[in-house]
């Protein structure tokens, strides 16, 4: 069984903060590099965050940040537990969205984020609500 399952999500007000995990299931989650997308209403899926595979080679873009969430932010991943994390500080209302975990066999993570590359595997998502 290959699987993924995100939980974090919740309503929290502007400049709070949420982690969100991406539990992984039925492979190792080490070996594929990892992204976090979000869709928000009536707006088209779009990459958040992505980490790459660790494997030292300098040919491959090893971590990815949306512009608009650089320095609030931040995603991890550890190989313990199979999980990923997306760290989200200093919340804003247009944070407001579904956000789905994926994970794909690529080392270009910045091409993971911003191109639509079909997945190894995707989250069923968790609700993010920013509100006053």
């Known amino acids: 069984q290959f699987q993924l399952v995100e939980s974090g999500g919740g309503l929290v007000q502007p400049g709070e903060s949420l982690r969100l995990s991406c539990a992984a299931s039925?492979?190792?989650?080490?070996?594929?590099?990892i992204g976090w997308f979000r869709q928000a209403p009536g707006k088209e899926r779009e990459g958040v965050s992505c980490?790459?595979?660790?494997?030292?080679?300098?040919?491959?873009?090893?971590?990815y940040y949306k512009d608009s969430v650089k320095g609030r932010f931040t995603i991890s991943k550890n190989g313990g537990n199979n999980t990923a994390y997306l760290q989200m500080n200093s919340l804003k209302p247009e944070d407001t969205a579904v956000y789905y975990c994926?994970?794909?066999?690529?080392?270009?993570?910045?091409?993971?984020?911003?191109?639509?590359?079909?997945?190894?595997?995707w989250g069923k998502g968790t609700l993010v609500i920013v509100s006053p």
């Open positions: 994926a994970v794909l066999k690529i080392f270009n993570v910045h091409s993971m984020c911003i191109m639509r590359y079909e997945m190894d595997s």
């Open positions: 039925g492979f190792i989650l080490a070996e594929y590099a």
């Open positions: 980490i790459g595979i660790s494997d030292g080679s300098d040919t491959h873009d090893m971590l």
